[in-house]
């Protein structure tokens, strides 16, 4: 057995609001909404106090950004070979694409 990680998939670390985090396994083709239901389906033990009722609300954070729920992993060129760090909140619905351009506009 060998400690590599197969090149074919994307490791990520998941970081909670309240700093735990958990590493998973996903392939290139998953979705936000993918990785979602999987942490979901299997959500960590130690993680009982921020658990949450529906998939639907988990949101991921990459980059300072909220991934949209049919972005895919390979979509956001991941390197390979490495863990990649992300956010995971719970969060009801996505702020708007351009809600920060709206700010600068405001200020103009």
């Not at 990520?12 to 700093?19: A, E, P, T």
């Given at each position: 057995?060998?400690?590599?990680?197969?090149?074919?998939?994307?490791?990520?670390?998941?970081?909670?609001?309240?700093?735990?985090?958990?590493?998973?396994?996903?392939?290139?083709?998953?979705?936000?909404?993918?990785?979602?239901?999987?942490?979901f389906e299997?959500?960590?033990?130690?993680?009982?106090?921020?658990?949450?009722?529906?998939?639907?609300?988990?949101?991921?954070?990459?980059?300072?950004?909220?991934?949209?729920?049919?972005?895919?992993?390979?979509?956001?060129?991941?390197?390979?070979?490495?863990?990649?760090?992300?956010?995971?909140?719970?969060?009801?619905?996505?702020?708007?694409?351009?809600?920060?351009?709206?700010?600068?506009?405001?200020?103009?």
């Amino acid at each position: 057995m060998t400690s590599q990680r197969d090149p074919g998939t994307v490791s990520l670390r998941l970081i909670l609001v309240s700093g735990k985090t958990q590493d998973f396994t996903f392939s290139p083709n998953d979705s936000a909404t993918d990785i979602a239901r999987h942490v979901f389906e299997n959500w960590p033990a130690g993680w009982e106090e921020e658990s949450v009722s529906s998939p639907s609300i988990l949101r991921l954070i990459f980059q300072g950004r909220f991934l949209h729920g049919n972005v895919t992993l390979g979509a956001l060129k991941l390197p390979p070979g490495r863990t990649t760090v992300m956010h995971l909140v719970a969060r009801e619905t996505l702020p708007e694409p351009n809600s920060h351009g709206q700010r600068n506009r405001e200020k103009a």
